[in-house]
Each structure stands twice: as C-alpha cells, then as structure tokens.
C-alpha cells in the first residue's frame, strides 16, 4: 500500500506547486486535496479552505491525535531564478514553491492518514486536517477548526524538520512600542527629540535579559525589528515608534511577557498585537517521542513558529524536509525525503495505534 501511496502523494504536490495558494486565496488546493481524498475513497469535510477527514471507525471513547499540515504558501521573493510555479524534478530535487514549506509534509500526512483510515481498533482516533492561513497566522486558518473538531489529544504538525522530533518550539509576541519627545523645528535647541530618546531604549531592548532559560527551547529572544520616526527633515517628530518581535520560551506565557514588558520596558507605550500565538511542546516521555527516539530520531526545540501555536494539546512538530529551505529562492524537497517521511510517519504511528 505504501508504493501506492507514495506515487500518489507526489503527484498530488505537483499538484499544488503547480497552482497558486498564497494565505487565504488557498481555494483552488483545497480542491486538489478535495479530489485527492476522494480518489482514495476517503469522506471528507470543508470549512473555508481548510479541508478535514476522520478514520473510518472513529470511536468518541477513544484518544484522539490530530495529524496537521498546511497548503498555503508565503509569496515568492525575488531571488527566484525557476518557475516558482512549475513543478519539476532537477536531480532528485522536486522544485517549487511551497515544496519544502509545507508541502512534502502535508502530502506524507495525508498518505500516512491514508494507510490508516481503514484499519479497524486503533488505540487512538486520527483526524487530518489540511490547513490554510498559516503563513499569515490568519483568522480561517487551524486555530477557526478547533471549535468544530472533537477533542484532541495529541498532536503531530508537519513542518520539515529532516524528519527530527521538535518537542518544543517558541511563541511570538509582536509588540508596538512609542517614544515619545517634544516636536520642534530642526532649527531650534531641543534636549527632548524623540529619536535620541529612542537610543537608550534601543539599549534596553539589546540588553535585557529573561530570567527563566528552558532546557529546550532556551533563552526568549528580544529582538526589535522596525523602527518608524518622522516625515519631514526639518521637523523633530513627537514620537518615534518602533517593533519588537519576541519568541517565548516555554517557561512563559505570552501574558507573563507582555505584563514584564509592559512593567519594565523604557518606553512610553507599548502594547502586544497578539496573544494566542503561544509556546507550544510534548514531554519527551510521551509515547510519540519515546517511538521516534526508538526509531533512531533525535530531539530538539524549534524556533519557528507553527500551526501548533493555536493549540493547547500536546504536540510534536515533525515532517520530511529542511526548515532552512522554507521562504527560501528556488525551493525545493527531495522526493527521497518524501518517500522516507511517509515510511517513518508510518512507523511511528504503528508503535502508538
């Protein structure tokens, strides 16, 4: 079943290389995943672009573990030098956009979904679901699911890791932050400028430190990212405003930052965006981690974020592919990493169902 399932799955990414999915204009996937699910006789659900199924003999009693992935893709840059859109095998390398990020993984998902739908008394219930809005952190992304889904127990996302086990991985806070002066002509005496001001709080930011250092994921890294100040040379703004993009460690939630930031920081005002992408991890001794351990896989803390910042369950973020890849010029996968990462997700499964 698995060399039928493989072939297929790689045909399915072309597929979505082939066809244009930027965050929330994903419809025209879906419906690739649509007819994918259904060529394989699999029931399907769709809410928005997101497109959902469950194993055949769900049973409420059960566990349930969610396998996730998304289908949508970041603009490309610049830097391209192929067809980001067109699919093609260079060398063993399958290129294009969204390969990598998060393609391969999805279409292992789904093959690995697909081996199980029909196998009767798994010790767990399996719900796949393709998601949209990833990139974007969006509002029709995973986090509008969960209301809709059942309980979940646990969680596997495919990200590309090399198919290693990231038990951990760090939430983001952005924050909008303001300091303030006195407006003036450039012309004029002024010990009260704005952007002067901004110097010892840029210092601040540089040098601050979070107390509490996980064991996984490390320190939370601070690190201020735009600044924005004034519109004409000869007038001394009032206010110079600046970004701060912080990745929380598993030692704090978003709130606990935003209150030290807020409590601590130099500046005038400085308020979250957002709060509900947190930090998200699996304890090793779970049986996901301890079967992956035992198929040779390492352990380690991730920090990018994913879809598994909307959820509260447990979750392990594992997938075929190289993270450096990922919003990279001239994406690519190799198909033998799709072929082994179907194989291993596999594997890993068959230990815990």
Not at 9 to 18: D, E, G, H
Not at 107 to 118: E, N
Not at 190 to 202: A, G, P, W
Request: charge should be negative; glycine fraction near 6%.
């Amino acid at each position: 079943m698995i060399d039928q399932l493989t072939p297929s799955a790689i045909a399915l990414l072309k597929q979505l290389i082939n066809t244009p999915s930027f965050s929330s204009e994903e419809d025209k996937t879906a419906a690739h995943i649509e007819n994918w699910l259904q060529s394989h006789n699999i029931p399907f659900r769709r809410r928005d672009n997101n497109v959902y199924a469950f194993n055949k003999y769900f049973e409420e009693s059960k566990p349930t573990l969610l396998l996730n992935s998304h289908h949508d893709t970041v603009r490309p840059n610049t830097a391209y030098t192929k067809d980001p859109f067109d699919a093609h095998i260079e060398d063993g390398k399958l290129y294009g956009l969204g390969s990598n990020d998060a393609g391969g993984c999805l279409v292992s998902l789904l093959a690995t979904f697909a081996y199980f739908y029909d196998k009767p008394d798994l010790n767990y219930n399996l719900i796949i679901v393709a998601s949209a809005e990833e990139e974007s952190s969006g509002d029709k992304g995973l986090n509008s699911m969960l209301p809709v889904l059942p309980h979940i127990d646990v969680a596997i996302v495919g990200e590309p890791t090399l198919m290693q086990l990231a038990i951990a991985e760090k939430g983001l806070v952005v924050f909008d932050a303001t300091v303030k002066g006195t407006p003036s002509h450039a012309a004029h005496p002024n010990d009260n400028n704005s952007i002067y001001n901004t110097i010892k709080v840029l210092e601040w930011f540089r040098d601050y430190r979070f107390e509490k250092v996980s064991e996984v994921l490390g320190e939370v890294k601070m690190t201020v990212t735009q600044i924005n100040a004034g519109k004409q040379h000869n007038v001394v703004p009032a206010e110079t405003n600046l970004v701060i993009d912080v990745r929380v460690n598993d030692k704090y939630t978003n709130r606990e930052i935003a209150d030290l930031l807020q409590a601590q920081s130099p500046c005038d005002v400085i308020t979250p965006r957002s709060l509900r992408l947190n930090s998200s991890s699996i304890p090793k001794e779970h049986p996901l981690v301890q079967a992956g351990i035992a198929l040779g896989r390492e352990t380690y803390g991730s920090p990018t974020l994913s879809d598994q910042a909307v959820l509260t369950c447990p979750s392990l973020k594992l997938g075929p592919g190289d993270s450096t890849r990922s919003h990279s010029a001239d994406e690519f996968i190799y198909v033998k990493e799709i072929e082994e990462g179907i194989k291993l997700y596999i594997k890993l499964l068959e230990k815990v169902l």
